[in-house]
């Protein structure tokens, strides 16, 4: 913190900076949020970042890393990046009011000097190129909300240093009801947020979140999890850990990845010896579960395919009738 910056002052910033979405202290300096969010964060979301992003730079020497938080938020899982004492942090989101509360809190009030905070789209070519490679990226709660959801892997293929030391960080959700999650649909169904959750200036061509001062390129839409998968395997990621995190069930369906290109069999036996959060395990990753849920064991997925399968049929069936019909 800028020692000839008083407390008074710092607590009229963080007021003019609101809205805030999650909890943050310094010292006797506290940022408080009252979002469901940052209970989530708070309980789990942070404890587990921290305990699994220890794991991934255990063996390696951090001052040696750099790592990308995508979709960065106002800095909440940037800032545990940062204590880790990591060679440089970069911090990038679409949202200005965002980067503004991330500013403050990374770099006015905890003072890191391993960060830099960027705003700017992820969506965009030249400028994700523009910043470099990294060891880690983490890319959470992002996916679901690109124009185009594909080509942000290809971007990310430019990101991967030489030297093969990778992890990519991934969690999306899927939303529910449970019937989508577990549709034979390809990629998505394209269906959106109510619109009364979104607001604001529609030409810019972003939605923009009042709530909390997100930017968003689309409104979210339903992936699909096994199609998720698929694409994961096409660019060559190996070792495709997941977790289900106790937030997943109350909040929305998720898939919480950590990905590698390059397959490590004693990162699945690390990660679930030296993070002991209850709840949570680490499993290798087949494209058929979301959180706890499988959909090729539980009796319900089976039933409830079968009625999708069933509801195609008769939508086809109706479809022909049409056609028949004219
Ligand atoms: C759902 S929040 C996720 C925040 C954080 N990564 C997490 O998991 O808690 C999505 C964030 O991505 C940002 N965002 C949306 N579209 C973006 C884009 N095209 N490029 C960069 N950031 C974007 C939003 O402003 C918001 O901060």
């Not at 789990?44 to 890393?65: C, Q, S, V, Y």
């Not at 770099?107 to 990294?134: A, C, H, P, W």
């Amino acid at each position: 913190m800028k020692t000839t910056t008083s407390i008074e002052e710092l607590e009229n910033r963080i007021k003019l900076l609101e809205p805030w979405r999650y909890n943050h202290s310094y010292g006797e300096i506290l940022i408080k949020s009252d979002t469901f969010a940052a209970q989530l964060h708070d309980r789990f979301g942070k404890g587990l970042m921290r305990g699994i992003l220890t794991n991934l730079i255990a063996d390696k020497d951090p001052k040696e890393l750099r790592a990308l938080d995508l979709g960065c938020l106002e800095g909440h899982y940037t800032d545990i990046l940062c204590s880790l004492g990591l060679k440089e942090v970069v911090a990038v989101d679409v949202s200005e009011g965002h980067i503004e509360r991330a500013e403050f809190l990374l770099k006015e009030l905890k003072g890191y000097e391993n960060v830099t905070i960027v705003q700017g789209s992820v969506g965009d070519e030249n400028f994700m190129k523009s910043l470099g490679r990294f060891h880690i990226i983490l890319f959470h709660g992002l996916l679901y909300h690109l124009k185009d959801p594909l080509k942000i892997f290809d971007i990310l293929e430019g990101l991967i240093p030489d030297d093969g030391v990778f992890y990519l960080l991934l969690s999306t959700q899927y939303k529910m009801p449970y019937n989508l999650v577990v549709s034979p649909m390809p990629l998505a169904d394209l269906q959106i947020k109510p619109l009364e959750e979104v607001d604001g200036d529609h030409s810019s061509g972003l939605l923009y979140s009042p709530a909390d001062g997100s930017v968003f390129e689309r409104c979210s839409f339903r992936l699909n999890p096994s199609a998720v998968y698929r694409v994961l395997k096409l660019y060559g990621y190996q070792g495709l850990i997941a977790y289900d995190s106790p937030i997943g069930y109350d909040y929305s369906f998720h898939s919480n990845l950590v990905l590698t290109k390059r397959p490590q069999p004693s990162l699945l036996v690390n990660l679930n010896n030296h993070l002991k959060i209850p709840g949570v395990k680490f499993y290798e990753w087949d494209g058929a579960s979301v959180d706890s849920y499988r959909f090729n064991k539980k009796w319900i997925s089976k039933l409830l395919r079968f009625a999708i399968r069933l509801q195609f049929r008769i939508f086809k069936t109706l479809k022909l009738g049409r056609k028949n019909f004219r």
